[in-house]
């Protein structure tokens, strides 16, 4: 059975940082895109960064220049620096995985929660 478990989130300071992880058991995602999106408080759930089986990133607007996600292929687990954060980063992240080869989300965590108060 495949899990995703999210680790790191909590309660930061407007301007702190805070690095999430997300570790993958039940299967390797060696050749997968594994990401992260979040829902904030009433909002829609939205992409904020992935990293691709080939080491390709991509951002979010909102992430690009703060956030940086990174992974350990020995530990299958992927992370998300998040600095310089903003209130309106507070919400839900979720981490994610794709089926080989695609960055179509399929496998998903139960997500962790950070507040980033002004």
């Known amino acids: 059975q495949v899990q995703l478990e999210e680790s790191g989130g909590g309660l930061v300071q407007a301007g702190g940082s805070l690095r999430l992880s997300c570790a993958a058991s039940?299967?390797?995602?060696?050749?997968?895109?594994m990401g992260w999106f979040r829902q904030g408080p009433g909002k829609e759930r939205e992409f904020v960064g992935e990293?691709?089986?080939?080491?390709?990133?991509y951002y979010a607007d909102s992430a690009k220049g703060r956030f940086t996600v990174s992974r350990d292929g020995a530990k299958n687990t992927v992370y998300l620096q998040m600095n310089s954060l903003k209130p309106e980063d507070t919400a839900v992240y979720y981490c994610?995985?794709?089926?080989?080869?695609?960055?179509?989300?399929?496998?998903w965590g139960q997500g962790t929660q950070v507040t980033v108060s002004s």
């Open positions: 994610a995985a794709s089926v080989s080869y695609s960055r179509t989300y399929t496998f």
């Open positions: 990293m691709t089986w080939s080491g390709f990133t």
């Open positions: 039940g299967r390797t995602f060696s050749n997968s895109a």
